[in-house]
């Protein structure tokens, strides 16, 4: 069982930067993709971003690709979001997600293939 616990989420204007973590209670941290994913009011939850399991391979939505970065430290059981020049169309709950077994042993963009979530952090982007 691997518990996932986000912060980092607030209330920022346009424009600015967020940094959200994702601490995770096993040690198996380590032998799972991780992954963000988000869902605004009155929409259906949508993938973020994705690392792999020894933080090599990324995968962004197009929605923040170049305005985010998706890392992992191992070491603290922790994967992190970095969100820049944030609008707000971004304003959400930010989940994040863990699975060690998907399709192609890569990791996955779908919601489906992760196991644990966390309870979320809510990011909130004033114009």
């Known amino acids: 069982q691997v518990q996932l616990v986000e912060s980092g989420g607030g209330l920022v204007q346009a424009g600015g930067s967020l940094r959200l973590s994702c601490a995770a209670s096993?040690?198996?941290?380590?032998?799972?993709?991780m992954g963000w994913f988000r869902q605004a009011p009155g929409k259906e939850r949508e993938f973020v971003a994705t690392?792999?399991?020894?933080?090599?391979?990324?995968y962004y939505a197009d929605s923040v690709k170049g305005r985010s970065t998706i890392s992992r430290d191992n070491g603290k059981n922790t994967v992190y979001l970095q969100l820049n020049s944030l609008k707000p169309e971004d304003t959400a709950v930010y989940y994040c997600?863990?699975?060690?077994?998907?399709?192609?042993?890569?990791?996955?963009?779908?919601?489906?293939?992760?196991?644990?979530w966390g309870q979320g952090t809510q990011v909130t982007v004033s114009s």
């Open positions: 690392i792999s399991k020894n933080g090599i391979i990324t």
């Open positions: 997600a863990a699975g060690s077994k998907m399709s192609y042993g890569l990791p996955s963009k779908k919601g489906s293939e992760y196991t644990y």
């Open positions: 096993e040690r198996t941290f380590r032998w799972n993709h």
